[in-house]
């Protein structure tokens, strides 16, 4: 029952997680040089149009996009990748418990990585303020890069949860409908349909709040992520595991 509660805490989290995906998305496209943070795909495609219709602007823009997702993954990979029972015995000698099992469901790392996600677009949203919600220039290319670097961790990020992502979602979206038209249905359905909803949802408030609230965006976009993070951070931390006590130091004993 505690792990079929966790799985569906972990599901809720990434629901949550994906509606700052579709604000970060749908405000980069529409005021950042109309290219994606996350749906690299996308990206590309935009890239060959630039090269065949001789479009600088937006090859520069795609340019910016995909080199800054690239740092958002190399950053994000080796951070989210370690595991928190490792690091505390390896950092505090076994002064304090490891995780039990269960709670790799979500590996306490990941939340750490989240956190640098975290910091990467409140940067992104101090600049949005900066600039009245208007972003040209230089400007425009630095708000850009920040919301690419971010949705890079993002999603190296949740790869680490399994096969789950909060980012690109045609492979979601193809695996639901393809076990539908074979007469199964899929064990992740509801977790599936519930990230289509959140990025739209998403999506559907940062367009309205970039064209009628611009300063309000930031609201859109980082309480999502701070209250996965606050709550990834109370029930997915370091906890001893059954049968295995906290040893005492030497010293002590």
Known sequence: MAENWHTRARDGLVVVL?????????????????????????TLVLLGVAAGTHDGALAAHCGVALGSYIIGVLAGTPLAARR?????????????????????IWPGWVTVALGLEFCVLAVFCVGWELVGGRPAGVAEFLLLAAASVGMGIQSATIRQLGDISTTYLTGTLTGVFAALAVGKVPSDLSRSLGIFVAVVLGAVAAALVTSYLPALLPLVILI????VVWFASARFGPRPGPGRPPRRDSAAA
């Open 84 to 104: 928190t029972g490792r690091w505390l015995e390896g950092r505090l000698r076994g002064r304090r418990p490891q995780p039990s099992e269960h709670h790799e």
């Open 224 to 227: 999502p992520l701070a209250l």
């Open 18 to 42: 994906t509606v700052t995906t579709g604000g970060v998305d749908a405000t980069v496209f529409l005021h950042l040089g109309h290219v994606f943070a996350s749906v690299i795909t996308g």
